[in-house]
């Protein structure tokens, strides 16, 4: 099974295929590299000739943007009720993943039918905060963000201000996601819901190693020391080609849900849906931890 959001509006996938896909950003189109869209592009479709920028993998590593129209540095885009500042970064990033969307609506739907009660939110890898975003919209009593970068950290505090939301309770953190979890158990902090969205490989702000492979499963157990006895929700997602969805699941299975002893789990792949046919891109995997099957 494959997770798609129905609900994005300034974002759209034209095409993708040959290794690449061509997205419109409100009314920006970029074309830029996947690795996973091997199969032939519709060739018909003229704007793969017309982008706005293109992005060019250099043979040395990494990459740059070519512009073939002006385009400004940064701009908003609005989607799933949400405000989000895109700009094309030098690793062909824009700070967002609009895949995530479908995970916002499912943080959304619980965090909406358990408004009567306080619901504290820790998101790791939290990048740019569209999850911070969605669940503090969906009405958080709290939300921890953590990411090892200041920048995103930063862009994640403007994205809060484009949406009003900077009284609400959000703390931005820079730090190691696996230190601060850490620190986290030895000050006895509890959350409702976990969010993990950790990169194949990373660094924290002082040089910590990230590897996935090695450390998932150590910062999964940890987290789930911070649960509450009420949980919510805990999601695990990855990009991580090597990390299949039976891979998630039995981890979500042997971690999360045999050490709750309770609720069900779902491991399913997110991606993004072309609107010029019925090709589905896959963007990665998702775990999902909740009490009851019906909010699955
Ligand atoms: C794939 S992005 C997460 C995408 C995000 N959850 C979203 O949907 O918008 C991974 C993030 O992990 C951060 N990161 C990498 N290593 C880290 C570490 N050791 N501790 C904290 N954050 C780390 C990076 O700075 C980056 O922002």
């Known amino acids: 099974m494959i997770r798609v959001s129905k609900t994005l509006t300034d974002y759209e996938l034209i095409d993708c295929g040959n290794k690449e896909k061509l997205e419109r950003w409100k009314n920006i189109v970029l074309r ?69 969307a479908v995970n916002w609506e499912w943080m959304n739907h619980l965090i909406q039918k358990n408004k009567d009660r306080d619901i504290k939110v820790l998101n790791l890898f939290a990048y740019t905060g569209g999850a911070t975003l969605a669940c503090s919209k969906a009405g958080a009593s709290e939300v921890v963000h953590v990411d090892a970068a200041k920048h995103m950290v930063k862009w994640a505090q403007e994205n809060a201000q484009l949406n009003q939301l900077q009284n609400n309770k959000i703390r931005f953190i820079v730090d190691d996601c696996v230190k601060f979890v850490q620190r986290e158990i030895r000050r006895g902090r509890k959350y409702d819901a976990i969010i993990m969205d ?40 990855s990009y991580t080609t090597a990390l299949s969805a039976q891979t ?29 046919s019925d090709l589905v891109l896959p963007c990665g995997v998702s775990g999902r931890w909740c009490e009851h099957e019906r909010d699955l």
Not at 86 to 98: A, E, I, Q, R, Y
Not at 250 to 271: A, H, P, Q, R, T
């Open 32 to 100: 830029r590299p996947d690795p996973t869209a091997i199969w032939p592009r519709n060739e018909t479709i003229s704007l793969w000739n017309h982008p706005d920028a293109h992005y060019h993998r250099s043979k040395a590593g990494g990459g740059s943007w070519q512009t073939i129209k002006k385009i400004p540095d940064s701009w908003q885009i609005k989607t799933n009720g949400l405000l989000f500042k895109v700009s094309p970064t030098d690793f062909k990033h824009t700070g967002l993943f609009p895949e995530q």
């Open 198 to 237: 950790p990169p194949s490989y990373g660094r924290g702000p002082s040089n910590e190693l990230w590897k996935i492979e090695e450390q998932l499963v150590n910062l999964i157990q940890l987290s789930l020391q911070l649960l509450s006895d009420q949980p919510l929700f805990f999601l695990v997602n």
């Open 248 to 276: 998630i699941h039995n981890i979500m299975n042997e971690c999360v849900k045999k050490k709750l002893n309770f609720g069900v789990i779902d491991s399913s792949e997110i991606g993004l849906q072309c609107i010029n």
